[in-house]
């Protein structure tokens, strides 16, 4: 069991699709409508129509949760050198309120929808019917089966932003900016995977000689994802809201952020101490890099109140050798090696 922002909303457990989001209700059957409510109904968090969209794509709920761990588990990667390091004092969620965590978690939704329509997972979609892409060798064949991103990008757009498009703030208060800068940080996680995704090939003829070509759309590694959000966040452009209650620049002297771009409000806290209420855990007792100038570096990451060195055994494979056929054995060595701890 773990509780998952989505869309800032707290879900525990797991988490929904269709080829229409505005889908006649009728058109389900009654027994699936009434079958989801109790589940539904146990999910704390969910807004009104996030209820609704659960109500009728139960089915879809595994694959969101597995979406949102996936953004979760990319999320602690991109941050793991970094003071915040995706993680918060509020055991509710591991998520802090960050313009990556908003895009990372749209993203992974819209990555593991997408894939579960290839694979047959959902009710509603099956693999992509994207159009062939023009430049393609006129000898190849367009299909296989794809990652219906076009499903995967609208249904997470339609569940993820209904808790923001939901409430209701006076204009041009600091509430609504911040309800327009977490829709535009949801938009830019969904367009870095649809920009990201790209054609597979797979070929077919005698002997491999690949004189026939089968192609299809894919989603790319969710690493890529990871990265190309992480340069976005590293690059996040300051906004604030301007006299007809619409995000603008801070600094006009810079390129406007594109859809594609982080945006954030309020700067982000130094996370050096323990804080609930920023989600920070501090760093106290984090491991830091005594030789390292960066981020990850004692001198940093302790916020200038020292560390303390400790020895400690670290065990890894060695003289690792490769047996016919098919198999690699290793033997386990020790080592002692120092380790840096903040205070």
Request: glycine share 8%; with cysteine; hydrophobic share 30%.
């Amino acid at each position: 069991v773990i509780s998952l922002y989505i869309g800032m909303a707290v879900i525990t457990y797991s988490i929904v699709e269709s080829q229409s989001l505005a889908m006649n209700p009728l058109l389900i059957p009654e027994a699936y409508i009434i079958g989801g409510q109790p589940l539904c109904s146990q999910l704390a968090g969910l807004s009104k129509g996030q209820k609704k969209l659960c109500q009728l794509y139960q089915d879809h709920m595994q694959f969101i949760g597995e979406g949102a761990k996936t953004g979760i588990r990319e999320c602690q990667y991109q941050f793991r050198n970094r003071r915040w390091n995706c993680s918060t004092v509020d055991n509710s969620s591991v998520f802090g309120r960050t313009a990556f965590t908003y895009a990372i978690s749209a993203a992974g939704v819209v990555n593991a929808v997408s894939r579960a329509c290839r694979e047959g997972e959902l009710s509603s979609c099956g693999c992509s019917r994207a159009a062939r892409p023009k430049d393609l060798p006129r000898d190849w064949l367009w299909g296989g089966c794809g990652d219906n991103l076009n499903y995967g990008y609208r249904f997470s757009k339609e569940f993820v932003d209904a808790r923001e498009r939901e409430k209701t703030f006076t204009k041009g208060s600091m509430e609504s900016a911040r309800l327009l800068m977490n829709l535009h940080n949801n938009e830019a996680g969904r367009r870095i995977v649809s920009d990201l995704a790209h054609v597979s090939c797979k070929c077919h003829g005698v002997s491999g000689s690949c004189s026939l070509k089968t192609c299809w759309l894919q989603l790319a590694d969710f690493r890529k994802v990871g990265d190309a959000l992480k340069e976005k966040y590293d690059s996040a452009a300051a906004m604030r809201l301007n006299s007809r209650g619409k995000l603008v620049q801070v600094h006009s002297k810079f390129n406007s952020p594109t859809s594609n771009d982080l945006v954030y409000i309020d700067p982000s806290p130094d996370y050096c101490a323990e804080n609930k209420t920023t989600g920070s855990l501090g760093t106290q007792g984090r491991l830091c890099n005594k030789t390292s100038e960066g981020m990850d570096g004692c001198a940093l990451m302790c916020c200038g109140r020292g560390y303390d060195q400790y020895k400690t055994q670290l065990v890894e494979r060695c003289h690792c050798k490769f047996h016919w056929c098919c198999y690699v054995k290793c033997k386990h060595c020790s080592r002692t090696v120092d380790q840096f701890v903040c205070k």
